[in-house]
């Protein structure tokens, strides 16, 4: 399979997942009170206006959003055409696949449903989606790969001269 393929079938399984579980959120009253699943994970609906963590909300309008996240697939679909490896591919389609699903959502609700709800005691980290874990995961293997590549490549003579000057001696 080549890599602009995998990475759109990656981009495509994080949309449909993240569509699906939206869709039940939304379509299931219970969760407007919320219901507890674990001692630490709670499913609740709330709509978010802003982007990560509810920043910017209320600030930059929705489409605002939508431009800004449409550009951004925009760059990210460029580099999934040219990646370099499968790694990147799997990993830009996450992104790309959980970006679109949160563009889809602002232009149709003008936010972002946001379900899942860890916290530990009193303390809540703020409510996400599947998008933003598919973003998450996505952005992680490549921040990882990228370490990864680094550490593996042979070092080029001339980048550190101490170790020029030991090996001259």
């Known amino acids: ?4 393929t995998l990475g759109g079938l990656c ?9 699906s579980t939206k869709a039940l959120a939304l379509n299931t009253p219970e969760l407007e009170r919320g219901v507890e699943i674990l001692p630490f994970l709670n ?4 709509l978010n206006d802003g982007v990560s963590f509810g920043l910017l909300g209320g600030i930059v309008p929705w489409w605002g959003l939508v431009a800004l996240a449409t550009a951004i697939m925009t760059w990210l679909l460029v580099w999934l055409w040219r990646a370099p490896d499968r790694i990147t591919a799997a990993a830009l389609g996450l992104v790309i696949g959980g970006a ?3 563009v889809i959502d602002r232009l149709r609700y003008q936010a972002v449903p946001d379900f899942l709800d860890f916290h530990f005691g009193t303390y809540h980290w703020p409510s996400f989606n599947l998008a933003d874990v598919a973003i998450f995961c996505g952005a992680a ?5 990228g370490f990864r590549a680094a550490r593996g490549k042979p070092e080029q003579p001339g980048q550190d001269p101490r170790k020029e000057n030991i090996a001259g001696r």
């Open 141 to 145: 293997l490549l921040f990882w790969d």
């Open 100 to 102: 679109a699903g949160n």
């Open 11 to 19: 981009a495509i399984a994080a949309l449909a997942l993240d569509q």
């Open 43 to 46: 499913l609740v609906r709330v």
């Open 1 to 4: 399979m080549n890599r602009p």
